[in-house]
């Protein structure tokens, strides 16, 4: 997919490529996958994670991820034409409302849902006794024993670790994606709405542009209400590494190729040849996380449903307000639709690289993050036919208001 409005691929009428279209066969396939590694040949992933920046003997950074994970996100910022921007300013309502609900709503509806349901609602099916070993928090040295949010330090293999109960670092994984709105595949969701692809590209700007500034906050505060480690440094460098850098070297490399080989080779060949990057590297990354979560999941089956089942009700949850609020604002349906579906989806691929480099390729937070991966493609494919079925509910754009030209400019009066 591409994320330019008037895209080859876009317009085309296919939408959504091969990769995305069965991404959630491809993430099973992957999941299989790496529990057959893990158990068939567990060497392999523990050399591969091994290869790790380590601070005060806690490893921070996993080489192997990180490298997955800046394919994952860089492909996706290439496609973002900053100067989108400018014109979100013509369509207040929709905008003001997609930031309020991406910033002032769901991040603590994850928490509240998630915390309710695993920390009270599944507490016994997890586990009372059950505990995950997280990566010491960046920066950090403490000492054996020493107590820091709901974990101890304990030595696993000779590498000091904190020791939490599993239901929090569940919990952990939940609220990096509540707090990681989507950047990626939401404008494949407005489009198959028939939404305002306009409107949906410019919130894909201003979502990865606010991100570099409130994610670490929110991420931190609720990380800490939940009695987890708070590792504010970590959450800085996640940001810097997996929003930041890839966001520079998209921006400065896609100003770089339309200037050299023009706009229309950027779209047609460039970007055709990037489409499936971010999801092979997503890919990969699953086959390594599972790898490490296989003896888990083999134990208890049951783990991926606990965590899926507060993640699809906090998806319902948001759709649903954007939806209401949208139709209460007055909205036409080419706004609403991908207000609603913005709100919904998270940008895993953050949540993912966040919630690895935070805790570790083998925490409970992040097998969170990948269930989030394997129920939101068919989850937000329902919630595309659920709009169509549902458009009449709202005004239409005029002719001359078309999406994606001018961001329905009558909507700021």
Not at 234 to 261: D, N, Q
Request: aromatic share 12%; net charge neutral.
């Amino acid at each position: 997919m591409t994320f330019d409005a008037n895209s080859e691929e876009v317009t085309s009428g296919q939408g959504i490529s091969f990769f995305e279209r069965y991404l959630s066969v491809w993430v099973a396939l992957c999941i299989v996958g790496g529990i057959v590694l893990g158990k068939v040949a567990p060497g392999i992933a523990l050399k591969l994670d091994g290869m790790a920046i380590y601070v005060n003997e806690a490893p921070v950074v996993s080489i192997p991820i990180a490298v997955c994970l800046f394919f994952m996100m860089y492909p996706i910022m290439v496609k973002i034409d900053f100067a989108e921007v400018l014109k979100a300013g013509k369509a207040v309502r929709p905008v003001g409302l997609t930031l309020f609900i991406n910033w002032a709503i769901k991040p603590f509806t994850m928490y509240a849902i998630a915390s309710f349901f695993l920390g009270t609602l599944f507490y016994q099916f997890i586990g009372p006794d059950a505990v995950d070993y997280v990566k010491m928090p960046f920066g950090l040295d403490l000492s054996v024993g020493a107590v820091y949010g709901a974990g101890k330090v304990v030595l696993v293999d000779g590498v000091k670790m904190l020791e939490v109960p599993l239901w929090r670092s569940y919990l952990a994984g939940c609220i990096l994606l509540g707090i990681a709105p989507c950047t990626a595949m939401v404008l494949v969701w407005g489009f198959l709405a028939k939404g305002n692809d306009g409107h949906t590209l410019v919130m894909v700007a201003i979502n990865s542009l606010t991100m570099l500034f409130l994610y670490g906050v929110l991420g931190g505060f609720l990380l800490g209400v939940g009695k987890l480690p708070v590792p504010w440094q970590a959450l800085l460098l996640s940001i810097g590494v997996y929003v930041a850098l890839p966001l520079v070297a998209g921006f400065i490399s896609r100003k770089w190729l339309i200037a050299a080989k023009g706009e229309r080779w950027f779209k047609e060949k460039f970007l055709h040849v990037l489409t499936p990057v971010t999801i092979t590297a997503l890919l990969v990354t699953l086959v390594l996380l599972f790898s490490f979560k296989g003896e888990t999941i083999l134990n208890n089956p049951l783990t991926i449903l606990w965590i899926a089942i507060p993640l699809l009700i906090q998806t319902i949850v948001i759709f649903a307000l954007g939806y209401l609020l949208s139709k209460v604002l007055g909205l036409s349906y080419e706004n609403a639709a991908p207000t609603a579906m913005i709100g919904a989806s998270n940008h895993f691929e953050v949540a993912i690289a966040t919630a690895t480099m935070l805790y570790g390729l083998s925490s409970g937070a992040a097998l969170a993050t990948v269930v989030g991966v394997l129920i939101e493609v068919p989850l937000m494919l329902t919630l595309v036919k659920f709009c169509l079925k549902t458009q009449d509910w709202f005004p239409h754009q005029t002719d001359s208001e078309t999406p994606g030209v001018d961001l329905n400019a009558s909507e700021s009066e």
